[in-house]
């Protein structure tokens, strides 16, 4: 009974991090294209990798977190 509540409070916060999260993210990215014509380049290029970096994590943390191993 106790797996069963563990899996189901990670398939949760999975499902939280997978859709409340990636979207701003997304946003953000799409955002980034909107500026990459604006004379800040260098802050850009930061901004667009870090939101990458991100978006990056978040998926990894959502497949592991569908993964039957996870403990």
């Known amino acids: 009974e106790q797996i069963k509540l563990q899996n189901e409070k990670l398939k949760e916060v999975a499902w939280k991090q997978s859709h409340m999260v990636r979207v701003p993210v997304a946003n953000l990215i799409g955002l980034i294209q909107l500026l990459e014509s604006d004379n800040d380049q260098a802050i850009i290029k930061k901004i667009r990798q870090t939101s990458l970096q991100l ?14 191993d996870v403990q």
């Open 55 to 68: 978006d990056g994590v978040i998926r990894e943390i959502t497949e592991e977190a569908g993964r039957k």
